[in-house]
């Protein structure tokens, strides 16, 4: 893998303002062949932006993009033809049934297996006899996905897929992205959710203020997870007694009884301590995706700062 | 050009009840005027009344003589047609690329191996087929009509003549709306822009019949006056017009397909 044939996504030094906006700056990219990638941004980073340039609804202020090799401007109709979108803010047409929209997308695209659109029907558990406009918001997510994914296409680009899913349909549909991948097939996905891009994706690109600030491998930012970890404590806490655990850092008091602080790896020298108290409640939060990156590039960030 | 045709067939059948609708609406114009025309047959004075200058300025230039079978209809149905048409042409015009734009659609639809070129083109032609299907219709009024008044005595194959020659200033308006919800963001200001356009060409024409002055040479701009007045019928349709039109819709469009090929879609 990663060989320059693989490349399936290459962006170069994409840069997009919408007046003085500066939405995109020189991204650069590449995103190979069988993997499942990650684009992870707060709100108004980038992202949907980006993959408008991709699908050549929006054209770059400065830079290029090429899909499987091909110019995503010059060659977009072809380019199209293995390429299933989903947008962020998806508009379906509301008079249409989900079987009218099947047929209606599916003859531009020349027919497609309906073997394939009923098994995704039915592992999406959707109703396909119900017009748009009845539909939830959930429900028309399910059929934006089975829209971008009835003709198998080489590319899946994502936007924000499974907003508004419920926990069920996100198993499903996290299953669906690993058949994809394993099929050889790639996925662009976005989202907020560092969880979920955790169980699905392979790779993670992190986009703040219209910049590409990190590529990783999840293996690699796993190892740096940390969590937040309060804990409710009935009679007196030595807050000492934490703060000389391993892995355990920036221990605070907050109101009576209770502390917080940070876990890095392990759990156990945490839990074994906590035993000596009594535990009246415990919260585990999962960092931000802001404080991730602040561990991560912390340093850097900080320089940045300081030159400002 | 791939799996052409989708778009087309869609758009239709999606018209279809519109098109009914508006069909029938007109056939019922039609049939309505149809049976007028025996009343105003014998009311010779009426064309007395028509040269006075406030009917003239609303109904056209060098009156027809309206107690004839073809001034009447020239009159009374042809000359004020397009302005009933022209609701449809424009808000299907909007409807080519601004609304499925501001709604997202397009979003979906262009990500399709369709290129933006295939999507106006297939839109414009299922508008000419609309029209024609609702013309047909206004027609079987007309037939049903005449049945029930055999005193209006007009030659049926004029009559498909002067309703084909609706088409050109039809698909001119649609095209001009096109045009400029291509260009411009507002549909609201689209609509504005084109709808004054319509009606003062309109007036621009009964006007200049009006008075005579060389400013008068504005009626070159109206698109009525292209389309034709109240002596169509009489006269026989202007093909020169009518061609001119549709030359003007094809530069309309395909203005349209370059601007719209180049710029950023939902901003
Ligand atoms: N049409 C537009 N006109 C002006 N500014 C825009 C336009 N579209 C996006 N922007 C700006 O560009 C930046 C990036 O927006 P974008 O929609 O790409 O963010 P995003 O990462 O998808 O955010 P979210 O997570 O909220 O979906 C934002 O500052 C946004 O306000
Ligand atoms: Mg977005």
Known sequence: ???????????????????????????????????????????????????????????????????FGLDVNRDAVPLHERLGNLPGELALWNHMTGWDLVDYLGGLRGGVDMNYVRELVRRLDMDMTRKVK????????????????????????????????????????????????????????????LPEVETICDRVGILRAGRLQAVERISDLKQLRFRWMTLHIRGDVDLAAFERLEGVSDVTRLVNGTIRFRVAGELDPVIKAAGQYHIVDLAYEEPSLEEIFLEYYGETETTETKER | MKHTGVIFK?????????IIAWGIGLAVYAIFTVVIYPFVQDFKEINEMMKLPIMQAMLGDKAADVTSPGGFLGTYFFLMMPLITAVYSVLYGLGITAAEEDRGTLDVLLSYPLPRWQLILEK?????????????????????GMIVTPSLEVNFGDLILAALN????????????????????????????????????????????????PLTNIRYASIFHYYGGSRMMLDGVDWGGALLLLVVTGALVALSLATFQRRDLGT
């Open chain 2, 166 to 213: 609706l088409l050109p200033i039809n698909l001119v308006m649609a095209a001009l709306t096109l045009l400029l919800s291509t260009i411009l963001r507002s549909r609201g200001l689209v609509g504005g822009i084109v709808g004054t356009f319509v009606f003062g060409s309109y007036f621009v024409k009964t006007f200049s019949a009006l008075v005579e002055d």
């Open chain 2, 124 to 144: 414009f032609a299922a508008l000419v087929a609309a029209l024609a299907l609702m013309l047909a219709i206004t027609l079987v009024g007309f037939v049903a």
């Open chain 1, 134 to 193: 009845a539909c939830s918001s959930g429900m028309k997510r399910k059929l934006g996905l089975i829209q971008a994914l009835m003709h198998k296409p080489d590319l899946l680009v994502l936007d924000e897929p499974t907003n508004g899913l419920d926990p069920l349909v996100q198993q499903t549909f996290h299953q669906l992205m690993r058949e994809v991948r394993d099929a050889g097939r790639t996925v662009f996905l976005s989202s907020h959710n």
């Open chain 2, 10 to 18: 869609r758009i239709l059948r999606d018209s279809r009840t519109a």
């Open chain 1, 1 to 67: 893998m990663n060989n320059k044939s693989d490349i399936v996504i290459h962006i170069d030094g994409l840069t997009k303002h919408y007046g003085a906006v500066k939405a995109l700056s020189d991204l650069h990219l590449d995103v190979y062949r069988g993997e499942i990638f990650g684009y992870l941004g707060p709100n108004g980073a980038g992202k949907t932006t980006t993959i408008r340039v991709l699908l050549d609804l929006i054209r770059p202020t400065a830079g290029r993009a090429e899909i």
